[in-house]
């Protein structure tokens, strides 16, 4: 069974940077897909970005696009999400979730990855 765990979620000005890290512990993921997910208070979680489980294929939502980026690194069982340019309305609890599907398949519905980390606040302060 593989754990997730986020880090480096915290208040920043918009504008600025920030820079999320997803680690598995447990048993490897680097077979995996990885995405990333946000979700604000009173809203539904909803779709940031994912990576396919050799790293060559990336998405992202619209409203992230060109200023986020995803990256793995296999040797370190880590997936990262680069924040940048953040804005107000970035502000949310971000996860990061593994699906087993070997595919190479980018789901970008959180109905498809098995498990998940806790996450990790991000605030935007404007």
């Known amino acids: 069974q593989v754990q997730l765990v986020e880090s480096g979620g915290g208040l920043v000005q918009a504008g600025g940077s920030l820079s999320l890290s997803c680690v598995a512990s447990?048993?490897?993921?680097?077979?995996?897909?990885v995405g990333w997910f946000r979700q604000a208070p009173g809203k539904e979680r909803e779709f940031v970005a994912a990576?396919?489980?050799?790293?060559?294929?990336?998405t992202y939502a619209d409203s992230v696009k060109a200023r986020f980026i995803i990256s793995r690194d296999s040797a370190r069982n880590t997936v990262n999400l680069q924040m940048n340019s953040l804005k107000p309305e970035d502000t949310a609890v971000y996860y990061c979730?593994?699906?087993?599907?070997?595919?190479?398949?980018?789901?970008?519905?959180?109905?498809?990855?098995?498990?998940w980390g806790r996450g990790t606040q991000v605030t935007v302060s404007s």
């Open positions: 979730a593994g699906e087993v599907d070997a595919s190479g398949y980018l789901y970008r519905s959180a109905r498809y990855y098995d498990y």
């Open positions: 990576i396919t489980w050799d790293g060559r294929e990336t």
């Open positions: 447990g048993r490897s993921f680097n077979y995996h897909g």
